[in-house]
C-alpha cells in the first residue's frame, strides 16, 4: 500500500466520492452536492489543507483530509483531520488506521504538540480514535425544533 498526496486524477476521483464520505461520516444527516463539496474543498485546501491518499496498484482505498486548526480561546494552532475515509469495499482491512497513522506522523513532523478531529457521537471510527489515543474534549448538543 502506497500513501501519498493524490495526483490530479486521484484529486478527481476523491472529489467524486466526498459527498458519500459526507453521508456516512454524517451517518446519513448531510448529502451535499458534488459543488458544494468542490466550493468547501477548495476553501479548505486554498488555506493548506491536502489530501493523504491510500492506494494499491493504482486503486483508491481511502484517503485522509489535513489541515491546521486553532484553538479558539488560545489561538494555539493544532494539526486538524478533516475527513477520514475508506471506499466501503475495503473497510475491515486496517486502512483507515494507516490513514490515521500517516496524518499523526506528519503533524508531529510539522512539530504540533495536538491533533484534533470532530466526529459524530454514534461514528463507528469514534472508536478507532479512541484506540489511538484521541479524548472526548468538547460535546456538541442540539435540539430539533
Not at 1 to 27: C, K, R, V
Not at 82 to 94: A, S
Request: hydrophobic share 40%; net charge negative.
Amino acid at each position: 500500500m502506497n500513501i501519498s498526496e493524490p495526483n490530479e486524477g486521484l484529486m478527481e476521483t476523491i472529489l467524486s466520492l466526498s459527498p458519500q464520505a459526507i453521508f456516512d461520516g454524517t451517518l446519513g444527516e448531510a448529502r451535499p452536492t458534488i459543488e458544494k463539496i468542490r466550493q468547501l474543498i477548495q476553501s479548505l485546501l486554498d488555506k493548506g489543507c491536502f489530501y493523504l491518499a491510500a492506494t494499491e496498484e493504482d486503486q483508491l482505498l481511502g484517503w485522509v483530509l489535513l489541515g491546521i486548526g486553532k484553538d479558539q480561546f488560545t489561538d494555539e494552532k493544532n494539526g486538524f483531520i478533516y475527513e477520514l475515509f475508506v471506499l466501503k469495499e475495503f473497510r475491515g482491512n486496517g486502512y483507515a488506521k494507516v490513514l490515521m497513522d500517516a496524518a499523526i506522523s506528519h503533524f508531529q513532523k510539522e512539530g504540533y504538540a495536538e491533533v484534533r478531529l470532530s466526529a459524530k457521537a454514534e461514528n463507528f471510527a469514534v472508536k478507532l480514535y479512541e484506540n489511538l489515543g484521541f479524548q472526548t474534549r468538547t460535546i456538541s448538543m442540539s435540539l430539533k425544533l
